[in-house]
C-alpha cells in the first residue's frame, strides 16, 4: 500500500501561482511513477504530468506545458506541481498517483490521494 496526502490548493486569481505537494508513505518511493491528473466539475479525470521513477523524464499535457513542472524528491518521498501563469480552466480537484508504469492512462495508476481543490478566478 502507498498512501497520498496532498497539500498545497486554494483559490487564486488568473496568472497567479500555486504549489502542490504530495507527500507519500508506505512502499518504496521509488518503485512508483508518479503523476498528477486533475478533475473539474461534470468531467473525467485527466493527466496533467507525469514523472518517471528516478525524475529524469515528465510528460505533460498539452494544456499545462510550458506553465506547470513536476518534481520529485526521492529521499523526502515527495512529488510536487509547479502551477505558473494559472487559468480559470485549470480550475479542478488536483490528485496525486503512484503506479508502477510511465504512462498517462488513468487507470493504469493504483494508489491515489484524497485530492485537492484549486479554483482560478478571473
Known amino acids: 500500500q502507498v498512501q497520498l496526502v496532498e497539500s498545497g490548493g486554494g483559490l487564486v486569481q488568473a496568472g497567479d501561482s500555486l504549489r502542490l505537494s504530495c507527500a507519500a508513505s508506505?512502499?518504496?518511493?521509488?518503485?512508483?511513477?508518479m503523476g498528477w491528473f486533475r478533475q473539474a466539475p461534470g468531467k473525467e479525470r485527466r493527466f496533467v504530468a507525469i514523472?518517471?521513477?528516478?525524475?529524469?523524464?515528465?510528460i505533460y499535457a498539452d494544456s499545462v506545458k510550458g506553465r506547470f513542472t513536476v518534481s520529485r524528491d526521492n529521499a523526502k518521498n515527495t512529488v510536487d506541481l509547479q502551477m505558473n501563469t494559472l487559468k480559470p480552466e485549470d480550475t479542478a480537484v488536483y490528485y496525486c498517483?503512484?503506479?508502477?508504469?510511465?504512462?498517462?492512462?488513468?487507470?493504469?495508476?493504483?494508489?491515489w490521494g484524497q485530492g485537492i481543490q484549486v479554483t482560478v478566478s478571473s
Open positions: 508506505g512502499r518504496t518511493f521509488t518503485n512508483y511513477v
Open positions: 514523472i518517471s521513477w528516478s525524475g529524469g523524464n515528465r
Open positions: 498517483a503512484a503506479g508502477a508504469k510511465y504512462t498517462v492512462l488513468v487507470g493504469e495508476y493504483s494508489y
